[in-house]
């Protein structure tokens, strides 16, 4: 289990994007699942919809490919890379996130050469199913070597 802290350790992220408070399960170049804990005090919330909070679907979608960054990125060969959005298919949201769910972020690697992957993802609230979609994702170093003349 990954607490917060070691998250941030293997992901860029910081509040208010850090989208997933704990990894429960992780097989480093798998699969993983997140946790994430959707509060009142959420900054979207305020205008995403005042008087009727929902949380945006891309932010669901977000947290999938931050679980995602993680299973990816634990691996000690890809420690120095970045995992960024390559773009998303077939993204079905079910029921709407409120505060006080609690989501449950499945994702697996269906596909992962030299640096561009694909993941399935799925958002859970109870045993709900609430988003799911596939993820595309391609790596880029945090620092790359400077280009030489």
Known sequence: MLQSKEIQEIIPHRYPFLMVDRIIELEEGKRAVGIKNVSSNEPYFQGHFPGHPIMPGVLIMEALAQVGAVVILKMPEFADHLA?????????????????????????????????????????????LVAEGILKFFLERKNPAPVSD
């Open 84 to 128: 960024l959005f390559a773009g998303l298919d077939e993204v079905k949201f079910k029921r709407q996130v409120i505060p006080g769910d609690q989501l449950r972020l499945e994702i697996e690697l269906i596909k992962f050469r030299k640096s561009f992957g694909v993941a399935q993802g799925k958002a859970y609230v109870g045993e709900t």
